[in-house]
C-alpha cells in the first residue's frame, strides 16, 4: 500500500470515526432529552399525589360517609316515581293538600351522579309543612327540597300555599 493510500484510509476512518460519533451524539442528546422528560413528568404527578394524599385527610370524613350512604344505581325513572311517591304520602300523611305534581327533565350532565327532579304544588298548615320539608330534606338520601315559594292562601288565612321542586341524587345504571 502506497502512502498516499495509507493517508486516504486514515482520512476515510477518521471521517467515518466522526460522523459515528455525530450519529450517536444525537441518539445520546435524545435519549437523555425523553428521560428528562419523563423524570420531570414523574416529579410533578409525585407532587400531585403528595398533596391529594396531604387534601385527601381533610375530606377522609365525607369520603366514608359517602362510601357508607351511597345508594344503588337505579333506572331514572324508578328514582323520579318513587321520590313523587314518598313526597306525596309524606304530605298527605302531615295533613297536606297536594294540588299539583309535575315530572321536571333529568339532568344527567354529572359523571358519577345524575339528578331527578319534581315539582309539587300543595297548601298546608305552616308547621306541617315544615316538618313535611324536614322529611323530604334527607342528606342520607341524597334528597333535597329547593325553589321553595311559600304564599298566603287566598281564601283562609291559616294556610299557607307552597311550590317546592325537589330532586334526589342518584348513581345511573350502567
Known sequence: MSDREKKLLALLLFAGFVILNFFLFTIYSQTKARYTNELETAKSKLQQAILFSESSEEYAEEMEWLNGNEPEPAAYQDIQSELQKFADAQARKLGLTVKKQDFLPTDQS?????????????????????????????????????????????????????????????????
Open 110 to 174: 354529572g359523571i358519577y351522579y345524575h339528578r331527578v327532579q319534581v315539582k309539587i304544588n300543595l297548601t298546608g298548615k305552616e308547621q306541617a309543612l315544615y316538618r313535611w320539608f324536614d322529611m323530604i330534606n334527607d342528606p342520607e338520601a341524597f334528597r333535597a327540597a329547593y325553589q321553595i315559594i311559600l304564599k298566603p292562601n287566598s281564601q283562609d288565612d291559616t294556610l299557607i300555599d307552597c311550590s317546592a321542586t325537589l330532586a334526589q341524587w342518584f348513581p345511573p345504571a350502567t
